[in-house]
């Protein structure tokens, strides 16, 4: 919260220096010289990172500015004639900052796909395996529990055969927001591939990830009573070894699934590492 504050007062403390900047050259430089345009500068930025509501008051202050140094140094401009002068600045700004804004929403949208998955919203293999590497970093640091699930759903490939490709999408959506909803926070949920889902739980043993995983698994259970009827398999590892990597957990916890398949499916089983 305080990095994003600063941020954002970084942000806005720029663009001004930057607006007065103008106005300062603006207004010092003989009217030959046209600088007025260059108020643009500070306005796209404000609005590419604080957005529009930003870029307009900036707008609405550079205005003014043109306003006072048009009127200064054209002796001849009457007050009708600079508004109007302004009220064209700021239709061009307006296109402008349209345009940054949707710039903005195509870069937004272009990072999120490459880190989230895009059917369920949650992340995708390659970040989940990113954020995993993290949080073991962290826990190398500060000697503290992390617990990974890895949820694979029972017989899946008979829903997507009995029911169609839609139903299993929609199933695999469910399943995402049901993991989401009934996590901490500080979890991190993935889709690792298929019907393959994992949970990053940082800050907990192994009772407590055990305790996390069959209630998942019995949300889960009852969310798809009657047709389709969908069930999971859960392995669960809780960390504590140091030296763990991201491959020895993803190869445990998933080894763990394997084994709640063999022994019924619709359950949970645990290893240490």
Not at 166 to 191: E, F, K, N, Y
Not at 194 to 208: C, K, Q, R, V, Y
Request: aromatic share 6%.
């Amino acid at each position: 919260m305080l990095r994003t504050t600063r941020r954002h007062l970084l942000g806005l403390g720029g663009s001004a220096i930057l607006l007065l900047a103008v106005y300062l050259a603006n207004d010092l430089t003989p009217a030959q010289i046209k600088l007025a345009l260059l108020y643009l500068v500070p306005i796209v930025l404000v609005t590419w990172y604080e957005g529009a509501w930003w870029g307009a008051a900036f707008t609405l202050v550079a205005m003014a500015l043109r306003l006072l140094v048009e009127l200064q140094q054209q002796p001849g401009v009457t007050l009708p004639i600079s508004v109007v002068n302004q009220l064209s600045f700021a239709a061009v700004a307006g296109i402008a900052m349209a345009a940054f804004r949707h710039l903005r929403r195509s870069q937004n949208q272009l990072a999120r796909l490459a880190t989230h998955d895009q059917l369920t919203g949650v992340l995708n293999a390659r970040a989940f395996a990113d954020r995993l590497a993290q949080e073991l970093e962290r826990t190398r640091r500060y000697p503290r529990p992390l617990a990974l699930l890895y949820l694979d759903l029972d017989d899946f490939k008979a829903v997507n055969d009995s029911h169609g490709h839609q139903t299993g999408d929609a199933v695999l959506r469910l399943v995402a927001d049901a993991m989401r909803a009934s996590v901490r926070q500080a979890d991190v949920v993935g889709r690792l591939g298929g019907d393959e889902f994992a949970l990053i739980m940082p800050e907990t043993d192994a009772s407590l990830a055990d305790a996390a995983a069959t209630r998942l698994a019995a949300g889960l259970r009852k969310m798809f009573q009657g047709t389709p009827a969908v069930t999971a398999s859960i392995g669960v590892v809780a960390c504590q070894a140091p030296t763990a990597s991201t491959d020895d957990l993803l190869r445990r916890a998933d080894q763990a699934m394997y084994a709640a398949k063999r022994a019924g499916k619709d359950r949970v089983v645990q290893v240490a590492i």
